[in-house]
């Protein structure tokens, strides 16, 4: 079956610490993969999406990366965490074939 | 303005009260999501719309093309259904990427 891990759930992090969110997709390969986030009472916005191993594309200027170092892994990183950077991180991706769309849990993640 | 807009923003209802959410977009689409998010912040895909209309249980997702307009509708309305919902377009360009609009908190009052 096709699932999507994401972890951690919840993160509470130093202004400028690094960071590293992962998410892994199971039961489909070479997906569409994206990490939105969701700023406390905004709505849910893209930051980086993969259509392919090393590809990365960024939507918005921002203190984040993005890398794909296998097909079905997603890796959200920051050298320096911001207040800024507090927010609910959503890993997502796409099965070429069915075009549904599918939701990791979540990570939020909170800097202090 | 806002790719995607919803209303109302909140909405507060009456247990078995018939519910109805709006989405109206500006952008070309491939398809149309209509999501629920729970107070833990998950995330669930309620319905994926291209054309027409779908319906899962109590829960009906319409859509107009030509229009470029949706709506979720909700019936027998239960304090269960309390969450946010939200409207999110996958755009004609490439990649499928998702638009969301800002999301309704409904709450369904017992």
């Known amino acids: 079956s096709q699932t999507i891990h994401q972890w951690p759930a919840t993160l509470v992090q130093p202004v400028g610490s690094p960071l590293s969110l992962e998410c892994t997709v199971e039961?489909?390969?070479?997906?569409?993969l994206y990490w939105y986030r969701q700023a406390a009472g905004r709505g849910l916005q893209l930051l980086f999406y993969?259509?392919?191993?090393?590809?990365i594309s960024s939507e918005v200027p921002q203190n984040l990366s993005a890398s794909r170092p296998q097909d079905r892994q997603f890796i959200l990183s920051s050298k320096k965490l911001l207040l800024s950077d507090s927010g609910f991180y959503l890993c997502?991706?796409?099965?070429?074939?069915?075009?549904?769309?599918?939701f990791g849990s979540g990570t939020r993640l909170t800097v202090v | 303005k806002n790719e995607v807009e919803q209303s109302p923003q909140n909405l507060t209802a009456q247990e078995g009260e018939f519910i109805t959410i709006n989405c109206s977009y500006s952008v070309g689409i491939s398809a149309l999501h209509w999501l629920q998010q729970h107070p833990g912040g998950g995330i669930v895909s309620l319905f994926m719309?291209?054309?027409g209309k779908k319906k899962h249980g109590r829960l009906i997702a319409t859509i107009n093309i030509q229009e470029k307009h949706s709506s979720l509708h909700i019936t027998a309305s239960h304090p269960r259904d309390s969450a946010v919902y939200i409207c999110a377009v996958r755009t004609i360009q490439g990649a499928q990427k998702l638009v969301f609009g800002q999301g309704t908190r409904l709450t369904i009052n017992p």
């Open positions: 997502a991706w796409v099965s070429g074939r069915s075009y549904g769309y599918t």
């Open positions: 993969s259509v392919g191993i090393g590809q």
């Open positions: 719309l291209s054309s």
């Open positions: 039961g489909t390969s070479n997906p569409n």
